[in-house]
Structure formats: C-alpha cells, structure tokens
C-alpha cells in the first residue's frame, strides 16, 4: 500500500528564518501530490497539486517542489501567521477521490 | 457560498449509544468523503462517496455507516459508539477531474466527538 511519511513532525522556526519539510512516499507510479494547510480547530485547506517530477508551485512565502521519491515545502522568511500543520498527500487507486495523507508537520514561527 | 458545513460542531455520548454526524455542501461537486483525525494517525478516510447514489469503504470503515442522501448531503453514523470512536471527524468534498486540473478536497469545519 501507497505510504507517505512527513519529516520533521514539528518545527520550531524564528520569524524570517527559511527551512523546508519533507514528504516521502512509495507509490507505483505517482499521479499526483496534494499539500494542505491546518489551523488548530479547524479543517484542511488545499494549498498546491503537483503532478510531475521537477513541477514547482509558489504563494506567497511557500514553494512546493517535486522528485520522483519527495516532495519540499519550502517557506521563505516565515512569519508568525504561517504556523499550522502541513499536511501532504497523495492519489490512491485510479483516481483522485482516495487520498493518503501523512500525519504532518506542526510549524511553529516565534516573532 | 458556505462551502462544506458539518453538525454538530461537539458531541459527547456514552458507549453503546447512537448518533448521525451531518454534512452538506453547496458547491455542486460529485464526490464527499468521511475522515477521522487522531493525534499521530494522520486523516483516514472511514467512507467516501465517488458520485450520488454510490457509497465505497475506505481505511478504516468498521464500526460506521453512511448515507448519500442526495448530491449535496452524506451522513455518518455510528450505530453503538466506542470509546476507540473518540475523535474529530472531517466531511470533505471535491469534484475529481483531469489531471490538469487540482482536484483538491475540500473540508468542513469538523465534529469533535467524545465517547465516554
């Protein structure tokens, strides 16, 4: 079974100090990987999909990149309002409705 | 637009009893979905629903039952509550596509559910 496994599981960053996380996985032929924004309390908030190998995404402070083995959210000069969990997942099946996710990166920006 | 609503926000109920968690959406989409999110499990997916009138299992569908009522409703039920039922329960919805397009989920607000 597809498997997606999120490094580190917590983060602690001074504000404006760049860093990365990381998303593994082990599927037979990626389709596709989806990265979510969680606020404590609340739900997921779709963020970026990538669907190739070397395919990058940006807003705002955070870029999205992809390989054929990882994925890197990459956050540029970090401000307190960027602290949540990150979550990343990826396609199941022969479709886009199941999704695995991994159990996420709490990101916490100190002012 | 509300996007994906879910009622109640918090529930507590004792083992063995019984309850319907509500979700609804108004963004036209063919596909909802039933997560759980527990600390250090990640969001599993309990059941979703690829188009109205279709219902299929996911990771961890035992212990729950679910209605598609219509193309904007899907409900959860637990028919007799265990304590291993404590968790947050997220409804989503999406509308899959093509590969060019993002097929991204959307989320609701998510039920804090207790089982004593």
């Known amino acids: 079974e597809d498997q997606v496994t999120q490094s580190p599981e917590a983060l602690r960053l001074q504000e404006g100090e760049s860093s990365s996380l990381n998303c593994s996985y082990t599927?037979?032929?990626?389709?596709?990987l989806f990265w979510y924004r969680q606020d404590p309390g609340k739900g997921p908030e779709f963020l970026f999909t990538l669907y190739s190998a070397g395919e990058e995404k940006e807003k705002e402070r955070l870029k999205a990149t992809l390989t054929k083995k990882e994925s890197f959210l990459h956050i540029t000069a970090p401000k307190p309002e960027d602290s949540a969990t990150y979550l990343c997942?990826?396609?199941?099946?022969?479709?886009?409705?199941?999704?695995?996710f991994g159990t996420g990166t709490k990101l916490q920006v100190i002012p | 637009n509300a996007g994906v609503t879910q009622t109640p926000k918090f529930q507590v109920l004792k083992t063995g009893q019984s309850m319907t968690l509500q979700c609804a959406q108004d963004m036209n989409h063919n596909s909802m979905y039933w997560y759980r999110q527990d600390p250090g499990m990640g969001l599993r997916l309990i059941y979703y629903s690829a188009s109205e009138g279709t219902t299929d299992k996911g990771e961890v569908p035992n212990g729950y039952n679910v209605s598609r009522l219509n193309k904007r409703e899907f409900s959860l039920r637990l028919e007799s509550a265990a304590p291993s039922q404590t968790s947050v329960y997220f409804c989503?919805?999406?509308?899959?596509?093509?590969?060019?397009?993002?097929?991204?989920?959307?989320f609701g607000p998510g039920t804090r559910l207790t089982v004593l």
């Open positions: 989503a919805s999406s509308q899959p596509g093509l590969p060019s397009s993002y097929n991204e989920q959307f």
């Open positions: 599927v037979s032929g990626l389709r596709g």
């Open positions: 997942a990826v396609p199941q099946g022969g479709g886009y409705q199941k999704v695995t």
